[in-house]
């Protein structure tokens, strides 16, 4: 394909795409000369897909034949980000915001509402964007949204992700031919410098420096690598990109190969992300089809492949040197650093390694430039993050915000606060290598330096959202089994340190605690930080020095009055029958899996029948008989 | 390739041997033929690792070194219906470890174990992604969501009743 024709081709969808972007009025004009009366926009991400969006494809195909409709463009999308109302499903020019989709309701809606002169079905519309007195708000005026920007995420949620065509119209494969047009690797390598943009993958490396660094390296092979391999539990944000804007990964890799001269790229990818693999495989096959990858791209002169390579299984990948030791096929534990991968990387040649959501940020920043790139965001922190909302939080998905955003904006007004009437305790930032930032920080502009100075990290961009029944204690076990399960052993820190740490947090769950106990674990977190080859080991005590450093008083209590503040931590727990407010009726008893519920004799009261009571010494302290009580007379302390 | 013999069908040992042939020019070659060599077996026993050994000229040890490396790889059959429990954060922090036990309990076997007659096998992972259904199963490639230990016990009686 010349430059010509690819010009040409965006013309061809772009009204297609434009009437998703525009508001109503405009969209519907639009739409008229697009061949398709309305288009209905499903989500094919992996939540809404677990939640069974294919069936409301399904649905929809069969209503459509049935009632005769075919002027209406069913488009199945990647990740509209509202993963907790999925699967979610958007009519255009209307910009009807449909959720918790059924294939019923699809039946429902094709019937009502995509029908000529149908109507939108009010009752089934994502209840944020019906307003209290029934009019109907546009999606991106919902909390949820409006105070989102989605750069990394622009294409996400609005193209065919299977489409190649649909990627060019909405602007993928616009940057490569600005760069092989109009750019040098120098000036390419300048743009990305001055935009400020930093390795969203965690440790927040300034891309230009990385890119720079690797073009100055001597040698004629060099390549370019994508880390794919999102280990970090609760955050899915690169998962996303690669399944709703693929194309755009791609293209910011062989910018990166004509910056460095490079003409290799690899994709390392886990295998546990199925949906991701498929659409990357495609767009792969597609790119090479529309001459936009492999040899003389664009007819301009430029050669550059991709390989998709899978991963097993393994956390310490995600280390940059793990990664390319487990491409070249060996088991993936990192090497000692210098040299530094852009000197001597994958196969001992210069290379570069960024993760997903930095390639996405690369078109926007060559089309739009560094200079509008670096006035969002933060003093040192530019652009946008993306992060993972999850946990103990209303609006459960994907939201992008500029950096500098406040703990509080994302959790109250995009997150719509904690359910359930909890209180909010604490967010964990950066997973297994982060840290925990408690309720006062909450005002804090989140951004790269301002996370590490209140003792969390960003990390990949998993938020987690812990309310006031979450065991501080419990939950840095729980990361510390994690590490100690994932360490790859090669560094004795990491492999005896985790471990250690695990045994201690594990006797203090167990209320076998000594006060000693928390000096042994400072100590060895400093070792450990200090000593560990790769940052695996050295940010493993993270989770701990955080809550130690925030919640001492919870560690304090488990030790020194054997109880459990939040009321998590099985050992320490009792269980105990209110006798007043037991009615008799007998639901524990029934329940109780090693029949450790017995009545006694005593009846309270304004009661008929005489209380139940709990032999301590049988309770393997289930909390089935709490779940059953639906007079609030089980108590647990 | 009379390894094979013991561990697999004439048809298994055709398909790994044509992975091998395949591959074995590709850089860094093992963990692709692991995959695609797990995906004929179900599983990675010494035979078949030897196999790979041979085909690329390497050592067992370096093979196996590879194998119990990356978690995936297993070295024991798996059930007909893999079972397999989020433990990431967003489902841990949901109840995640109180649904696993209330599987552990329904199946009758522990994590990381397989039922004597093959049914079944459970397993953990961390994070499939849908951290907006947590908690989390898989069972094989179905997603099952928003899980509670009462429920877990209906979705795995559909499956005893499917094999009865």
């Given at each position: 394909?010349?430059?010509q024709?690819?010009?040409?081709?965006?013309?061809?969808?772009?009204?297609?795409?434009?009437?998703?972007?525009?508001?109503?009025?405009?969209?519907?004009?639009?739409?008229?000369?697009?061949?398709?009366?309305?288009?209905?926009?499903?989500c094919?991400?992996?939540g809404?897909?677990?939640?069974?969006s294919?069936?409301?494809?399904?649905?929809?195909?069969?209503?459509?034949?049935?009632?005769?409709?075919?002027?209406v463009l069913?488009?199945?999308?990647?990740?509209?980000?509202?993963?907790?109302?999925?699967?979610?499903?958007?009519?255009?020019?209307?910009?009807?915001?449909?959720?918790?989709?059924?294939?019923?309701?699809?039946?429902?809606?094709?019937?009502?509402?995509?029908?000529?002169?149908?109507?939108?079905?009010?009752?089934?519309?994502?209840?944020?964007?019906?307003?209290e007195?029934?009019?109907?708000?546009?999606?991106?005026?919902?909390?949820?949204?409006?105070?989102?920007?989605?750069?990394?995420?622009?294409?996400?949620?609005?193209?065919?992700?299977?489409d190649?065509?649909?990627?060019?119209?909405a602007?993928?494969?616009?940057?490569?031919?600005?760069?092989?047009?109009?750019?040098?690797?120098?000036?390419?390598?300048?743009?990305?410098?001055?935009?400020?943009?930093?390795?969203?993958?965690?440790?927040?490396?300034?891309?230009?420096?990385?890119w720079?660094?690797?073009?100055?390296?001597?040698?004629?092979?060099?390549?370019?690598?994508?880390?794919?391999?999102?280990?970090?539990?609760?955050?899915f944000?690169?998962?996303?990109?690669?399944?709703?804007?693929?194309?755009?990964?791609?293209?910011?890799?062989t910018?990166?190969?004509?910056?460095?001269?490079a003409?290799?790229?690899?994709?390392?990818?886990?295998?546990?992300?199925?949906?991701?693999?498929?659409?990357?495989?495609?767009?792969?096959?597609?790119?090479?089809?529309?001459?936009?990858?492999?040899?003389?791209?664009?007819?301009?002169?430029?050669?550059?492949?991709?390989?998709?390579?899978l991963?097993?299984?393994?956390?310490?990948?995600?280390?940059?040197?793990?990664?390319?030791?487990?491409?070249?096929?060996?088991?993936?534990?990192?090497?000692?650093?210098?040299?530094?991968?852009?000197?001597?990387?994958?196969?001992?040649?210069?290379?570069?390694?960024?993760?997903?959501?930095?390639?996405?940020?690369?078109?926007?920043?060559?089309?739009?430039?560094?200079?509008?790139?670096?006035?969002?965001?933060?003093?040192?922190?530019?652009?946008?993050?993306?992060?993972?909302?999850?946990?103990?939080?209303?609006?459960?998905?994907?939201?992008?915000?500029?950096?500098g955003?406040?703990?509080?904006?994302?959790?109250?007004?995009?997150?719509?606060g904690?359910?359930?009437?909890?209180?909010f305790?604490?967010?964990?930032?950066?997973?297994?290598?982060g840290?925990?930032?408690?309720?006062?920080?909450?005002?804090?502009?989140?951004?790269?330096?301002?996370?590490?100075?209140?003792?969390?990290?960003?990390?990949?961009?998993?938020?987690?959202?812990?309310?006031?029944?979450?065991?501080?204690?419990?939950?840095?076990?729980?990361?510390?089994?994690?590490?100690?399960?994932?360490?790859?052993?090669?560094?004795?820190?990491?492999?005896?340190?985790?471990?250690?740490l695990?045994?201690?947090?594990?006797?203090?769950?167990e209320?076998?605690?000594?006060?000693?106990?928390?000096?042994?674990?400072?100590?060895?977190?400093?070792?450990?930080?200090?000593?560990?080859?790769?940052?695996?080991?050295?940010?493993?005590?993270?989770?701990?020095?955080?809550?130690?450093?925030?919640?001492?008083?919870?560690?304090?209590?488990?030790?020194?009055?054997?109880?459990?503040?939040?009321?998590?931590?099985?050992?320490?727990?009792?269980?105990?029958?209110?006798?007043?407010?037991?009615?008799?009726?007998?639901?524990?008893?029934?329940?109780?899996p090693?029949?450790?519920?017995?009545?006694?004799?005593?009846?309270?009261?304004?009661?008929?029948?005489?209380?139940?009571?709990?032999?301590?010494?049988?309770?393997?302290?289930?909390?089935?008989?709490?779940?059953?009580?639906?007079?609030?007379?089980?108590?647990?302390? | 390739?009379?390894?094979?013999?013991?561990?697999?069908?004439?048809?298994?040992?055709?398909?790994?041997?044509?992975?091998?042939?395949?591959?074995?020019?590709?850089?860094?070659?093992?963990?692709?033929?692991?995959?695609?060599?797990?995906?004929?077996?179900?599983?990675?026993?010494?035979?078949?690792q030897?196999?790979?050994?041979?085909?690329?000229?390497?050592?067992?040890?370096?093979v196996?070194?590879?194998?119990?490396?990356?978690?995936?790889?297993?070295l024991?059959?798996?059930?007909?219906?893999?079972?397999?429990?989020?433990?990431?954060?967003?489902?841990?922090?949901?109840?995640?470890?109180?649904?696993?036990?209330?599987?552990?309990?329904?199946?009758?076997?522990?994590?990381?174990?397989?039922?004597?007659?093959g049914?079944?096998?459970?397993?953990s992972?961390?994070?499939?992604?849908?951290c907006?259904?947590?908690?989390?199963?898989?069972?094989?490639?179905?997603?099952?969501?928003?899980?509670?230990?009462?429920?877990?016990?209906?979705?795995?009686?559909?499956?005893?009743?499917?094999?009865?």
């Amino acid at each position: 394909m010349t430059v010509q024709e690819l010009d040409a081709l965006r013309k061809k969808k772009y009204e297609l795409i434009q009437v998703r972007r525009v508001v109503r009025e405009q969209g519907e004009k639009m739409a008229e000369h697009t061949g398709y009366r309305k288009q209905v926009l499903v989500c094919g991400g992996t939540g809404c897909t677990s939640s069974h969006s294919a069936k409301v494809i399904a649905q929809l195909e069969e209503s459509f034949k049935e009632l005769g409709i075919d002027d209406v463009l069913i488009v199945k999308t990647g990740c509209f980000g509202l993963c907790a109302l999925g699967p979610i499903m958007i009519v255009y020019p209307e910009g009807a915001f449909y959720s918790q989709m059924t294939p019923e309701h699809a039946k429902t809606v094709a019937e009502k509402h995509l029908v000529k002169g149908g109507e939108i079905v009010k009752e089934l519309l994502y209840k944020g964007t019906v307003h209290e007195d029934g009019s109907i708000i546009p999606f991106a005026e919902t909390p949820f949204y409006k105070k989102q920007m989605r750069i990394a995420l622009r294409n996400c949620g609005v193209i065919a992700a299977e489409d190649i065509e649909e990627a060019i119209a909405a602007g993928d494969y616009a940057a490569i031919e600005k760069v092989l047009t109009t750019m040098t690797p120098d000036d390419v390598i300048k743009e990305v410098l001055d935009s400020g943009l930093r390795g969203r993958g965690g440790a927040g490396f300034p891309t230009g420096r990385k890119w720079s660094f690797a073009k100055a390296s001597a040698g004629d092979v060099k390549y370019v690598c994508c880390n794919a391999d999102e280990g970090d539990p609760g955050a899915f944000m690169d998962r996303s990109v690669l399944e709703g804007d693929p194309h755009c990964v791609l293209e910011a890799m062989t910018i990166a190969g004509y910056a460095i001269g490079a003409h290799q790229g690899y994709i390392y990818v886990r295998a546990e992300y199925p949906i991701a693999v498929e659409r990357l495989k495609i767009a792969i096959k597609q790119a090479h089809e529309y001459g936009l990858l492999g040899k003389n791209i664009l007819g301009l002169g430029f050669d550059f492949d991709i390989e998709i390579r899978l991963g097993a299984g393994a956390f310490v990948c995600g280390e940059e040197t793990a990664l390319m030791t487990s491409i070249e096929g060996h088991r993936g534990e990192p090497r000692p650093r210098p040299p530094f991968p852009a000197v001597k990387g994958l196969f001992e040649k210069p290379t570069i390694l960024n993760n997903v959501e930095t390639w996405a940020n690369i078109n926007p920043i060559i089309m739009k430039g560094a200079q509008w790139y670096s006035s969002i965001g933060t003093e040192k922190s530019k652009g946008t993050k993306v992060f993972a909302l999850g946990g103990k939080i209303t609006n459960v998905g994907l939201v992008e915000v500029p950096m500098g955003t406040t703990l509080r904006e994302i959790i109250e007004e995009i997150g719509g606060g904690i359910p359930n009437g909890k209180k909010f305790k604490a967010a964990q930032t950066g997973g297994p290598s982060g840290g925990c930032i408690p309720a006062e920080y909450i005002d804090t502009p989140i951004d790269f330096d301002n996370l590490v100075a209140i003792g969390s990290m960003m990390g990949s961009g998993g938020l987690i959202v812990l309310d006031e029944d979450t065991c501080m204690v419990d939950i840095s076990k729980f990361y510390l089994e994690f590490t100690a399960d994932e360490s790859c052993g090669k560094c004795t820190p990491c492999r005896i340190g985790t471990k250690r740490l695990l045994q201690l947090l594990t006797k203090i769950t167990e209320g076998k605690g000594e006060p000693e106990d928390l000096v042994k674990i400072e100590e060895l977190a400093e070792h450990m930080k200090s000593s560990s080859l790769c940052a695996l080991g050295q940010s493993a005590p993270n989770p701990i020095l955080s809550t130690l450093h925030h919640f001492r008083n919870e560690y304090e209590d488990h030790i020194y009055n054997h109880h459990c503040t939040a009321g998590v931590c099985k050992a320490l727990l009792s269980f105990t029958i209110d006798k007043e407010k037991c009615i008799g009726c007998g639901m524990c008893a029934k329940n109780c899996p090693v029949s450790a519920i017995a009545r006694t004799d005593y009846v309270a009261p304004g009661h008929k029948l005489a209380s139940f009571a709990i032999d301590t010494a049988k309770c393997i302290k289930c909390g089935v008989c709490q779940s059953n009580c639906k007079f609030k007379a089980v108590e647990r302390k | 390739m009379e390894h094979c013999a013991a561990c697999g069908t004439p048809e298994q040992a055709a398909a790994l041997k044509a992975v091998i042939e395949q591959s074995r020019s590709t850089p860094g070659c093992l963990m692709h033929i692991l995959q695609e060599a797990q995906g004929i077996y179900g599983f990675l026993p010494i035979g078949v690792q030897k196999t790979i050994a041979e085909g690329l000229g390497i050592s067992l040890s370096e093979v196996y070194g590879v194998v119990t490396f990356y978690s995936q790889f297993s070295l024991k059959p798996k059930g007909k219906h893999r079972i397999s429990m989020c433990l990431g954060t967003a489902c841990y922090v949901k109840g995640a470890d109180k649904v696993l036990e209330a599987i552990e309990k329904e199946v009758g076997i522990k994590c990381g174990e397989c039922t004597e007659d093959g049914l079944f096998s459970i397993d953990s992972c961390r994070c499939v992604g849908a951290c907006g259904l947590a908690p989390v199963m898989m069972v094989g490639e179905e997603v099952y969501g928003r899980l509670t230990p009462e429920k877990v016990k209906t979705i795995l009686e559909e499956y005893k009743k499917e094999e009865a």
